[in-house]
């Protein structure tokens, strides 16, 4: 009988070798034992399971009159070929090591046998030519089902759970990112130069721009490829770069399967101070902002300029209650571009409709330094919201954890049950009554719609919703402490600002006042039954400064020579 034998090899490359050798030294011996023609030894390193990773996987199959066949749900199969197989019988130390999938594994079996090609299961004593072999492979293939399930929720429950506890640790790192010897995630000094470098462009130019210019001086991306302009977006959103890590984004249904699912982003959670930031939350913040604001969602049109506008959307016309649209151009041909932003309504329809002149750039940025929000940390909300909401989510965040410890405890109990049943249950199917079979595998299935039952209870407790609340309530208290401390950056008091409001006269600058009231809402839709109540008074704060053309100046000084 022509015999093939697939195995697998250690990841290292020292050990490969040596235990390719020992393996094929042991398979020859026992197939000449049997009076076995050995045709091939097929070796895959590793235990990876999905077939497009394993080459003398498929190259055996294919040996065996099978071919490849990828399919769109992220599992792979073979179907039947017109060739003639090599050999009549493989060998396979585990039915794991065929596949995990029930339904795939008995359908590739099926066509083996077709082809005359039958496989020997050396741990389970299991021939494929065996008369009862479909009910025993069957049993043995929806246990390796099983605990591929089982182990997919194992390790997705166990990386939630570090998620939550605010450990960061990915397979694949950020560019701009390390490991050190102690396998700590490090800033790559090079790396995050050119980090810094793309978010300082960008304030001023597009991601096309940007990525030529890299090109040009030779910088490479983390894989040695050029930089795409899709690739310095990705940088641009990655949240990594200011400490904070954005997880549980996607998942797949079992650990081994390659397509992945993306999750809504109210399940998304953030660990802050996940790695050393390279820039700052309020650079990452302005980028983003800059972002969105460049790109149009009309299908007519494409994007936006990508120039430093900070005030889109912000600006209104007093007078006619249009929007101030962006405008820019020369005084000559040799001048120096400059950015401006004129009335919607006197652009399109000239000064009969509008009298309202347009204003630079340069003038409202001048305007909004000259504007100081220290003094009104008394009218931002009160420490006693800010002491009630930690509180109120830290018992919340305790008693939701207590809950999913229970269920968590109650199911790994459940599966190290079904571990004993299916340890007895092999011993079984080589010599054991029908019916103790199906009271084992009974009493497996009625074990795992118990753990699915537990697994969906423990799912309700969503305890990164509220630690998601604290970081709004705590970033909260950060705002208002800087304002208070008269340490308020650029970037946030552009942030606060509600709206602008130009006359043609003067400018009015109208800016949020952050209070708690946000964050209580919040802690209520989460706790309906312990509702806050708030009475946090709403203070509108708005600040009027005079414009200073020719024409506003003789406005004003002809209204104070009035009012003396």
Not at 4 to 28: C, F, G, I, P
Not at 62 to 71: E, I, N, Q, R, S
Not at 340 to 347: G, K, P
Request: aromatic share 10%; with cysteine; net charge positive.
């Amino acid at each position: 009988m022509k015999v093939a034998v697939y195995t697998r090899v250690s990841t290292d490359k020292t050990q490969q070798n040596h235990s390719y050798e020992l393996q094929k030294e042991v398979y020859e011996e026992y197939c000449k034992q049997r009076g076995y023609d050995l045709i091939e030894m097929y070796a895959d390193k590793g235990t990876g399971m999905h077939v497009r990773n394993r080459g003398n996987f498929v190259r055996m199959m294919t040996d065996a009159g099978l071919d490849y066949k990828k399919v769109e749900n992220g599992y792979d199969t073979f179907v039947k070929s017109k060739r003639k197989p090599k050999f009549e019988l493989i060998i396979i130390k585990d039915v794991s090591r065929m596949s995990r999938n029930m339904n795939i594994g008995m359908t590739t079996v099926e066509y083996l046998r077709d082809k005359g090609v039958y496989v020997l299961f050396e741990n389970a004593g299991l021939n494929t030519k065996d008369d009862d072999w479909h009910m025993r492979l069957s049993m043995l293939f929806t246990m390796a089902q099983n605990e591929s399930h089982s182990l997919s929720r194992r390790v997705k429950f166990s990386r939630k759970h570090n998620n939550i506890k605010g450990k960061y640790n990915p397979s694949r790192l950020s560019y701009g990112y390390e490991r050190n010897e102690k396998n700590e995630i490090v800033v790559k000094e090079d790396e995050a130069e050119v980090v810094k470098r793309i978010f300082e462009l960008y304030k001023v130019y597009g991601a096309s721009v940007i990525s030529k210019m890299l090109n040009e001086e030779g910088k490479k991306s983390q894989n040695g490829y050029d930089f795409s302009p899709d690739k310095v977006l990705r940088i641009i959103r990655n949240k990594l770069y200011c400490g904070i890590a954005v997880v549980n984004k996607s998942t797949r249904e079992n650990v081994t399967d390659t397509h992945r699912i993306i999750k809504p982003k109210d399940e998304w959670i953030e660990i802050p101070n996940a790695v050393e930031p390279i820039i700052s939350f309020s650079t990452w913040s302005t980028a983003n902002i800059k972002r969105k604001s460049r790109t149009n969602t009309s299908s007519k049109r494409g994007r936006k300029p990508a120039i430093n506008d900070e005030f889109h959307g912000k600006i209104y016309c007093e007078e006619c209650g249009s929007r101030f649209v962006r405008h820019q151009g020369r005084n000559n041909p040799n001048s120096q571009l400059k950015l401006s932003y004129m009335c919607q309504s006197r652009r399109k329809k000239g000064t009969t409709k509008c009298s309202t002149r347009g204003i630079a750039f340069n003038v409202l940025n001048d305007m909004l330094d000259q504007i100081d929000v220290t003094h009104l940390f008394n009218n931002i909300g009160d420490s006693i919201y800010y002491q009630l909401l930690m509180d109120n989510l830290g018992y919340e965040s305790k008693n939701m954890q207590r809950h999913i410890d229970d269920y968590t405890a109650k199911i790994e109990a459940l599966e190290k049950e079904n571990e004993k049943i299916a340890n007895g249950l092999i011993e079984h199917l080589s010599g054991g009554s029908q019916a103790t079979i199906d009271i084992l595998s009974n009493k497996i299935e009625a074990n795992k719609k118990e753990i699915d039952k537990l697994a969906l209870h423990r799912s309700k407790f969503n305890v990164e919703t509220i630690e998601h609340a604290r970081g709004l309530v705590e970033a909260k208290r950060l705002l208002i402490k800087e304002i208070k401390n008269n340490k308020v950056t650029r970037e946030r008091k552009l942030n606060l600002i509600k709206e602008i409001r130009i006359r043609d006269y003067e400018v009015t600058f109208e800016f949020f006042l952050p209070s708690y009231e946000e964050e209580i809402d919040v802690f209520n839709s989460l706790f309906p039954s312990i509702a806050i109540e708030e009475d946090i008074e709403y203070r509108p704060f708005w600040k009027t400064i005079r414009r200073e053309h020719k024409e506003a100046r003789e406005y004003w000084a002809e209204r104070e020579s009035m009012n003396k």
